[in-house]
């Protein structure tokens, strides 16, 4: 397994509806997957609208891939950085929104053991005629059994 480490950011004060009630694993969950600020931010946009319809909850995956001559532990981004970067992504959100930040060496592989089976995904991408590592990523996770839907920025 090539995960090294899991942090979960939870939701600023004042926006901590479902951590509170305790019935965040009973609400429905859909996985936002990091990939560029503006893509993300787009497809945070997407996953808000959904979930305000579904009263479910949105999760920002954040699979931070670490090069092999680095330890696994030691990233080339302090993660406190990381940490404060994400919140400020996520607050940008219309829905609640917590942050799980995974360092890894395969996105992929990180992305396949954390989600649970049959997840709705969201990943932003910028529209092409060819495809692109977004689509590609979006592909693999629908082969995998995932709901995936594309957001696409101009």
């Known amino acids: ?3 090294a480490l899991q942090r979960t950011l939870t939701p600023a004060a004042g926006r901590s509806e479902w951590t509170a009630t305790g019935d965040a694993e009973a609400k429905l969950s ?5 990939t560029t600020v503006e893509s ?39 993660l406190d950085w990381s940490e404060r970067r994400f919140r400020v992504i996520a607050e940008q959100s219309p829905v609640e929104t917590m942050v799980h ?5 395969d996105r992929l592989e990180t992305l396949l053991k954390a989600f649970s089976p049959r997840s ?13 590592s977004e689509s590609r990523l979006a592909r693999k996770l629908r082969n995998a059994g995932h709901e995936v839907i594309l957001a696409e920025t101009e």
């Not at 859909?30 to 990091?34: K, N, P, S």
């Not at 497809?43 to 949105?58: H, P």
């Not at 930040?101 to 060496?105: A, F, G, P």
């Open 120 to 132: 709705v995904v969201v990943i932003g991408g910028r529209k092409r005629w060819w495809p692109t």
């Open 1 to 3: 397994m090539s995960l």
């Open 40 to 78: 993300t931010l787009t497809a945070l946009k997407k996953a808000g609208t959904l979930a305000n319809r579904l009263g479910a909850r949105i999760t920002l995956v954040v699979p931070q891939v670490v090069p092999r001559p680095l330890p696994l532990e030691t990233p080339p981004v302090l």
């Open 30 to 34: 859909i996985a936002v997957v990091f």
């Open 101 to 105: 930040i995974y360092l890894c060496r």
